[in-house]
């Protein structure tokens, strides 16, 4: 399984990175969020698989990597990935993903730009 842990500190593609993470991935997936400091508006859609972690107010912001940390710690999965809030990914990249991978490889996706 892969886990994919997202650090949030604002959802406004949240959902949409989430639906999409789901939908293209073939096999079994875990999505991680960690909210720093705000709450998701609209609420996040309740599914299997997704755990959401809230640490903090707006006034008591943790950072970007004390959520990945926190997010890994929830992870159950054989792969860990880390994604910002905002990505697409490509359809079956959690199998493309485990293609690619060894042990103990730290793997960076390619990124492009959609504009």
């Known amino acids: 399984m892969v886990s994919v842990v997202i650090p949030s500190r604002n959802s406004e593609f949240l959902q ?22 705000h709450w998701p508006i609209p609420q996040l859609i309740d599914r299997k698989n997704l755990v959401i972690l809230h640490q903090g107010s707006t006034h ?8 990945i940390n926190e997010g890994i710690l ?13 990505c697409i990914m490509d359809q079956d990249w959690d199998e493309k ?16 730009r959609v504009d």
Do not use: Q
């Open 16 to 37: 949409r990175t989430i639906d999409g993470l789901f939908a293209k991935a073939k096999g079994d997936i875990e999505v991680v969020v960690v909210l720093d400091g």
């Open 60 to 67: 008591d912001n943790r950072g970007m990597r004390y959520s």
């Open 74 to 86: 929830l992870s159950k999965g054989k792969y860990i990935m880390k994604l910002d809030e905002h």
């Open 97 to 112: 993903l485990i293609a690619d991978c060894d042990e103990n490889w730290m793997v960076i996706p390619r990124r492009y």
